[in-house]
């Protein structure tokens, strides 16, 4: 008992690529451009997404929600591992690593839900057009986005824990640059079966479930889009979905890989460069996927450079 306790008196090592430290400046430089991209980034779609009245729509309002949630799961994370990359201290205390344990657990839930419901918006705009704004009400989108956050907040409330109070027998080298749930549980001295499968179950209801609910949304916007006759209908709707399918394609991919397969299985260098792509490339492309590809967007730019240069005059 003395020793599992070690690790809440002393912290964690966060071992991260210290193996390799001709590479750890290079990831701090490439991690702190994505970090800065990622915040910049991201301000402004909420920026737009306030300013703009066109952008007063429930696609906006989603897409805000899932830019303020990319700047919290980046600045739960990356703070730290710029930290630990740029000097020899590799350590984090147990309340560090137990914070920051639960918010990227939190809000990549979160993540996974709000990533449903914005494909749901896409399948009433795309199927229901005429019905979009009696479907998509202000009061709706507020309750969706509140069950998004509620059910990420409320998975990483039952997981943490669990994984924090796992035995590790004086072991504190955590082989990850953070405190990922896969990389703690692999640390255990004790048979984590049982955690193992109330991490499968969890996952079904915040990965599967919600994965499933965007294929039935695009399968339908699919369906739809094949009996469109114009091939400016079927550009116009394909416009309105990429984005979308793109961002969810990138993030899903990484996450199925990590969540979804047992510890025993879990391969520490594949963890961390797949944990280096969702939580500082998945945040940072976001928001030019949004824009490069929106008109809307693009348009609401253009009119705040307009006011910026009608003060200056």
């Not at 009245?53 to 919290?72: G, I, Q």
């Not at 309750?143 to 509620?150: G, K, M």
Request: charged share 15%.
């Amino acid at each position: 008992m003395e020793k599992s306790n070690n690790s809440f008196l002393e912290g964690f090592i966060l071992v991260g690529f210290s193996d390799r430290p001709h590479l750890e400046m290079i990831l701090f430089v490439i991690v702190l451009f994505f970090y800065l991209l990622t915040i910049l980034g991201n301000m402004t779609i909420i920026f737009l997404s306030a300013l703009d009245s066109r952008l007063h729509t429930p696609m906006y309002f989603f897409l805000a929600n899932l830019s303020f949630l990319d700047m919290c799961f980046t600045t739960g994370s990356i703070p730290q591992m710029l930290y630990n990359l740029w000097g020899p201290d590799k350590s984090i205390t147990y309340l560090g690593c137990a914070i920051q344990l639960y918010f990227v657990l939190a809000l990549g839930g979160v993540e996974c839900v709000l990533l449903a419901v914005m494909s749901f918006d896409r399948y009433a705009a795309v199927c229901k057009p005429l019905h979009y704004t009696v479907i998509m009400h202000p009061r709706l989108c507020g309750q969706l986005a509140s069950v998004a956050w509620l059910s990420g907040f409320g998975n990483a409330l039952i997981m943490v824990p669990q994984t924090l109070m796992l035995p590790r027998c004086g072991q504190r080298r955590v082989d990850h640059f953070l405190c990922e749930m896969p990389a703690l549980i692999g640390m255990a001295c004790v048979d984590t079966m049982d955690l193992e499968a109330l991490e499968f179950a969890l996952a079904i209801f915040i990965i599967l479930a919600p994965l499933i609910l965007i294929l039935i949304s695009y399968g339908n916007i699919a369906w739809a889009v094949r009996r469109v006759k114009s091939a400016a209908g079927r550009r116009k709707a394909f416009n309105t979905c990429s984005s979308h399918l793109i961002v969810v394609s990138l993030f899903y991919g990484t996450i199925i890989y990590m969540y979804l397969q047992p510890a025993s299985t879990y391969s520490q260098d594949q963890g961390k460069f797949l944990t280096l792509f969702y939580t500082i490339v998945t945040p940072s492309i976001n928001p030019l996927i949004y824009t490069l590809r929106n008109k809307d967007v693009k348009e609401a730019v253009k009119k705040v450079h307009l006011w910026e240069v009608r003060e200056e005059e």
